[in-house]
């Protein structure tokens, strides 16, 4: 009988097996390929699952790490950490990871580098089980980086188009620029405590009487890393770009796993967050801001995946809010139904372009609820659970937050509520425009069609579980075990539920009747429009700074380099050798009268020198 | 030498020797003057003959018959002959005005020359040589002076030997004509 | 007055010194080289004269040697003064620089 330990490494390795086997052997037999991948997938999953009723059972385990190097005081361990946290995340990464896998053999047959795409699905798997199972900084920060990679490699997937290559690049810089801060919070920590073990950082952190600036440096430091991984402002920029690479990609990094990496981060050191009140604070309203800003632009992309790009953002918001006001449990219940609901909603919205041959543009979609119903019905599920809409599993998570807010922050309660009416807004935008009225574009839709049970079957499995997923509030108790919820009255959670049925109604007063364009909101909310369709300028802004500043250091750079350092440097010298060379050679005239003069002068001076002696 | 008169007081007079060696020297020098200023090569080439016969005449006085010999038959006699056999070679007739255009060469040469001349003079002025008595002083025979050369200083013998015959070789080589064997 | 050392060493330098005079001063390399003879004998003297004042027969033998490599110096440096007057008709030594570095 396999020991824990045995199984938890099966959970780890099982995919790096896959990937590794993938590359190495079966590049040519696509089939074999994702079969091995899915393989792998479940066998991880199942794993996952056994994992989970031992933790269930009362056991937590953490694996004794057994010291991989160290050099002084410096020491690297190597381990895993079973706890509920990661137990539950790491059925989320298997159980919709597996959904994903099964899909995308769908939507990517045809593709010409199947084996490639499974590889690295495989490879990012293992990366953030890794980034799971971690039981100390260093580890976590060796597959954070893995991960950084893997999503690098699945955005760029399509390398050919300059787009995706670009997207890629993106997406692993920005994520790099909060690494940055990772790093030195990390190091600010060992250099505070002497250890990188989660454990031990626990029982000691608060205990080390730092001073607060201390404690604010390096939770922040630390949440940088955090807010390149989930894309919170101003790190945001790469996520919606991500969009280049295949959709089951952007359900699976975008959705449920990479991005909310950050998330379970901040929950896992949340001994670290909650030592710095100034910090907290900070991390709540970033998330809020995030929230907000990204529904407003949602509300007016015309691509159907941007759309839920920008929706993914908003919804890590409202993680990163509740995190900053002190809910981890909360935090963790919502990554857990926005996992399943946002999987369902990017599948879905795969299953839609590719009927329509990769075309993305909502303005050019319409009608496709009589022509693909299954489809229709797990978009519409998806939607009303991101929206918030009772019984399904959004409300609940989504209003733990709000009471969260309630409790502790008016205002944040109040871009908490008008970003729920905001998602409400786009979404039924999205449904209304996407699925009703006459198809706008007749060519397209000519031969449209319902996706094969490969496609449909994953959709299924996830729709089932955004329903009953809040139901099972044993999800917040299974995390910690002294949970209660907020004592909140009926009525508050009523109003709660009032705003985005709000939010749909208005959007089916704008959208129902299937207009062709959205003129409606152009004319209506004016100015405002442009700025959020044009995603508030961000990245003209970086561009310009790139542009300028560091075209200007660089260039500070550079004309250092060359007058300084070439010219004086290199050329000082070369120039004094090539100086000293001409006056030594002077001597050489070929004169030979001034050659016995210089001799004759020379041997005077010598006897004079000798005599003198 | 100073000379014992008949009342026994020693006589610091001129003697032969010493008059002969003034008259050797000052002729020496005045026809060196003469090899450094004559126009003509032909007429330094002369003086030139005249400074190593004085310098003979200075060694017969410094006991070193041998040298004096050697020196008239090898310096005046073969050295000079070929200086000349070449100048009449070359046989240029124009008088070299070696003075114009030559200011720096007229300022530098003899400065340098100067000082030479002053700086041993006044280094010899200052060095006391250690007395020699008169019956150590070294009498310049053939025997005394080829003894040590067969002996004591072979080897050197035979390397001149070489070198005159790679000078020999020497000089048929760069004097060959385009062409010549 | 008697002769001593002192004043054959000193002519030795009167003419060494004549003799760098003319190898400076002169532009015709025959004539620098009768300034070299001349330099050569005056290091001649001044070792027979210092053979003569309580050195003994050391000083004569180099004179002696001195002589050979002179004459056989004298002969090569005259066979290039010919070579050098078939390549460029002159004996100005200015006109020689080829040298030049």
Known sequence: MPTIEHITWIVLFS????????????????TVSAAVSIGAALVSFAASVKLFFAVAGGMSVVMAPQVWLSVGTFTVEWGAVVDRLSVLMLLVVTGVGSAIQIYSVGYMKGDSGISRYFAYMSLFTFSM??????PNFIQMFMFWELVGVSSYLLIGFWFERPAAAAAGQKAFIVNRIGDVGLILGILTIWVCAGTFDFAELAAKWKGLGLTPLVLAVAAGFVFCGAAGKSAQVPLHVWLPDAMEGPTPVSALIHAATMVAAGVYMLCRVSWLITASPMVMMGIAWIGGVTALMAALIALTQADIKRVLAYSTLSQLGYMMMAVGLGGSTEAMFHLTTHAFFKALLFLSAGSVIMALHHEQDIWKMGGLRKRMPLTFGAFLIGTLALGGIWPLSGFYSKDEILLLALEQNTALLVVGLVTAFLTALYMGRLLWVVFFGEA?????????????????????FLAVLSVVGGWYAEVPRFLSPEYHAVAHSDKVMAGFLAVPVIGFLLAWMVYGKAPADDAVMRKGLG??????????????????????????????CETFDRWIIRGAGVGGLTGTARMLGWAVRTVQSGNLRFTLFVTGAGVVALLFWLLAG | MPIRSANGRINERMTVVDSLFLFFSVALVLSAVMVIVSPHAVVSALYLTLVFIFTAGLYILLQ????AVLQILVYAGAIMVLFLFVIMLLDR???????????????????VGLTFGVAVWATLKRTTWPEVAPETLFRGDLAQVMTPVFTRFLLPVEITGLLLLAATIGVVVLTRKEGQP | MMIGLNHYLAV????????????????DILLILMGL?????????????????????????MTFFVMAIAAAEAAIGLAIVVALFRKGNSTRVNEFTTLRG
């Open chain 2, 64 to 67: 070193a018959f041998f040298l």
């Open chain 1, 129 to 134: 089980l890794g980034v799971v199972l971690s």
């Open chain 1, 440 to 460: 706008r574009d007749r060519r397209l839709a000519g031969h449209v069609g319902e996706s094969p049970w490969v496609m449909t079957l994953p959709l299924v």
């Open chain 1, 15 to 30: 995919p790096l097996v896959a990937a590794l086997g993938i590359l190495l052997f079966t590049r040519r037999t696509p």
């Open chain 2, 93 to 111: 007739r124009a008088p070299c005005r070696w003075w114009s255009r030559n200011l720096p060469a007229l300022v530098g040469g003899p400065m």
């Open chain 3, 37 to 61: 003879e001349m330099n050569l004998n005056a290091a001649n003297l001044a070792l027979v004269a210092f053979s003569r004042f309580g050195h003994g027969a050391t000083g004569q033998v």
């Open chain 1, 527 to 556: 100015p405002c429009y442009r700025l959020m369709e044009s995603k508030f300028y961000f990245d003209e802004c970086y561009g310009w700074v790139i542009e300028n500043v560091q075209g200007g250091a660089a260039l500070v």
């Open chain 3, 12 to 27: 030795s330098a009167i003419l060494f010194g004549l003799g760098l005079t003319c190898i400076l001063v002169r532009r």
